[in-house]
């Protein structure tokens, strides 16, 4: 009886989940193909990505994030591009110009004019390949990699060395990790919101957070635990279909399997 509760909420929570999915553009990836277009080092630009704007969001783990901020020493995360550029211009407003934009937290006093407008910034390829550029030339006129780094966040020697360690330690995990996908998913800005506590669930591919399920004492599953994670390197197959009357099948048969109910 518990097996097929269990078995019940899975998939209604399962079925709801594509509802909330949101597809987003991947700054690693984006990183990536710059990278190998400019001859940079591979994962070097990624790490920067990752270092510039990773932090935690819900359905996808660590990482970078393209609809990033930084006004007056605070880094700001929005749910879309347009809220971001409308947060960007609302700042500009305010007489900011000193504001690091996107993916690779290109300063627009200093880097802005590279580009045909702030949408144009924004765009992760562009984003990109610009911050390839610029780390390029700051290489040939350092020496090294290494010293490019650190001038790409500073030119105070302290604080451009403390820079490259976090750099560092997102490389080193990009060799583990291997190539991100093209498109990450997330949950969408706006799911249904419930006053019941939150758990993570996941189930191959699946991930997203859903109400906890009210099962008899006893009886609730095991659900793996999930710290700060990097985005899988899986390349995930976003043009197959999300739900549908096949789909639900498939996820029923499997889920059936994986809880030894009878058919």
């Not at 580009?115 to 144009?120: K, N, Q, Y």
């Not at 350092?142 to 403390?162: I, N």
């Not at 949950?187 to 191959?204: F, H, I, Q, T, Y």
């Not at 390197?233 to 498939?250: I, L, N």
Request: glycine share 8%; with cysteine.
């Amino acid at each position: 009886m518990a097996r097929s509760i269990v078995l019940t909420a899975l998939l209604a929570v399962f079925g709801a989940m594509p509802v909330w999915a949101a597809r987003v553009p991947s700054c690693e990836a984006q990183a990536l193909q710059a990278e190998k277009a400019a001859g940079i080092p591979t994962y070097l630009l990624a790490a920067i990505t990752r270092t510039e704007t990773g932090h935690t969001r819900r359905g996808r783990g660590f990482g970078a994030w393209p609809w990033t901020l930084n006004i007056k020493g605070k880094g700001y995360y929005y749910e879309s591009r347009e809220e971001a550029i409308a947060a960007f211009r609302d700042a500009i407003a305010q007489g900011l110009t000193s504001i690091d934009v996107g993916c690779m937290q290109l300063n627009y006093r200093w880097h802005g004019q590279a580009f045909s407008s702030i949408e144009d910034m924004f765009d992760p390829v562009s984003n990109a390949a610009y911050a390839a550029q610029f780390l390029t030339s700051l290489k040939d006129r350092h020496g090294s990699w290494e010293e490019a780094v650190k001038r790409y966040h500073s030119s105070t020697d302290a604080l451009g060395t403390k820079y490259l360690a976090r750099v560092e330690k997102s490389y080193e995990a990009f060799t583990k990790e291997g190539l991100p996908a093209a498109e990450i998913m997330v949950a969408s800005a706006a799911p249904p919101e419930s006053a019941a506590p939150r758990v993570l669930v996941r189930s191959g591919d699946l991930l997203g957070y859903v109400g906890k399920m009210q099962l008899p004492k006893g009886n609730l599953p095991t659900m793996p635990q999930s710290g700060h994670k990097a985005i899988p390197p899986k390349a995930y197959d976003f043009s197959a279909p999300a739900s549908g009357v096949e789909d639900a099948a498939t996820r029923l048969a499997s889920l059936k399997a994986a809880f030894g109910v009878a058919n």
